[in-house]
């Protein structure tokens, strides 16, 4: 049982019937914890990477982290930001593949030939299309065609930056903070390991089409070749993509993705001294990942994983269950358990939505933070009477403080 269980039951224990019962249900509401016939073993793998995580696609299980959730530079690789923003203008139809993007004089003299960074080499107060661009940006790494995109999108660089991290936040991911659109230097532009992981999965999952140009190998503009600069596309590995990145603040980072037999692998390692030092650790961890782990089903699709406490309701608990099947990667031959936990803000207020996303399912192996996915609640649950609304207000009065107090704590 979780600390809050723990704390739930000393503090109801003189009480009896109902009352006891239902101010286990209020305390609870914060977290629930979850047994059952898990195993892993600890972490073992050990990266040089300051910072690092392996997420397996299909599950959403984190087979390593390191420091995933301290914020670090991101140098280039917040063009993979950059690049989802654009697929988002594209999708919703504000822009086209054949939309002509102007080079301006800001974004050729910032991130032109002429500003000694990575560019694309595009000619100044010329127009580009769309589909180049995005090549120039995510093949090229050029901070030209990412300066142009910004200006195009939301007139300045700045305004775009905000909205990179805006769209962030519209895919939960809230610690990630941008300042421009290039990955150039800037105290506070921040990002963290765990989030540019899922960044690139939302990227593959739902921008199929545009995830490709990650794979491509070259790309020439205005007569001048330039290779793509990720190391595991010319590894014997089944790598797609996604992004480097370097300046003084960052040391060497990479994003990356494989494919082997249909398992697909996401891995963000930064930090690192050399570009060398980058790819073997990057390349380590992403063969360590294809080869040491085993998928385990834990729910069926369905399959009730938990209850959430309502408030006011006609019923005092729902039910909990996943979209689809529960599974996650393991250790081969692993021993340890897993600690699992259902994380809610809660009592949940009526009425309840059969559907509604209402809670969390947390898994962690040892100090991994293995898997973290949405649960729905099960079945409606209306207003109750208005005798149980009132019973249940008491409750909320006599026990909300202290559940405030555990969630500070």
């Known amino acids: 049982m979780s600390r809050f269980g723990s704390i739930a039951d000393s503090l109801v224990r003189p ?46 299980t984190v087979l390593y982290e390191k420091a995933a959730d301290e914020l670090m530079a991101p140098a280039s690789i917040a063009k993979v930001a950059t690049a989802l923003v654009a697929f988002q203008e594209i999708a919703q139809g504000r822009l086209t593949l054949d939309s002509e993007i102007v080079i301006s004089e800001n974004a050729w003299r910032k991130g032109g030939g002429v500003s000694g960074g990575s560019t694309m080499f595009a000619q ?27 200006e195009a ?8 930056a905000r909205i990179m991290t805006e769209r962030m936040r519209g895919l939960g991911l809230t610690k990630s903070v941008f300042r421009n659109a290039t990955g150039m230097g800037d105290p506070l532009q921040k990002v963290t390991a765990r989030e540019m992981a899922l960044l690139s999965d939302h990227i593959i999952k739902t921008y199929p ?24 596309l010319t590894m014997d590995i089944g790598a797609d993509g996604l992004k480097t990145g370097n300046i003084d603040e960052s040391g060497f980072g990479l994003v990356g993705s494989a494919v082997q037999n249909g398992q697909r692998l996401i891995v963000v390692v930064n930090g690192l001294k050399t570009a060398r030092d ?60 897993l600690s699992a936990r259902i994380v809610y803000r809660g009592p949940l207020s009526v009425p309840v939505q059969e559907g509604a996303e209402v809670a969390r399912l947390l898994v962690t192996r040892g100090d991994v933070k293995t898997l973290d996915i949405p649960l729905y609640a099960a079945e409606t649950v209306q207003a109750g009477t208005l005798q149980s609304r009132a019973f249940d207000a008491l409750m909320e009065a006599a026990t909300g403080w202290v559940r405030k107090a ?3 704590s």
């Open 209 to 232: 089409e545009h995830y490709r140009i990650f794979g491509e190998r070259e790309f020439t503009w205005n007569r001048i070749k330039q290779q793509n600069r990720n190391p595991l």
């Open 406 to 408: 555990l969630s500070r």
């Open 153 to 160: 999108v939301a007139g300045d660089e700045a305004t775009f």
């Open 124 to 150: 100044l107060n010329s127009r580009v299309k769309l589909s180049d661009l995005l090549h120039g940006i995510i093949v090229q790494s050029g901070n030209d065609a990412s300066i142009a995109l910004a």
């Open 15 to 60: 009480f009896r019937g109902r009352l006891a019962r239902a101010m286990a249900a209020c305390l609870l509401g914060v977290t629930a914890a979850l047994t059952g016939p898990f195993a892993a073993q600890a972490q073992s793998f050990q990266s040089a990477a300051p910072f690092a995580v392996l997420l397996d696609s299909a599950s959403g």
């Open 278 to 337: 980058r790819s073997t650790e990057a390349r380590k961890l992403l063969e360590w990942g294809f080869r040491a782990f085993e998928p385990r089903r834990i729910f069926e699709a369905g399959e009730i994983v938990g209850e959430a406490s309502v408030f006011g309701g006609e019923k005092g608990r729902v039910g909990l269950k996943a979209k689809g099947p529960v599974s996650l990667l393991l250790p081969r031959g692993s021993a340890d358990r």
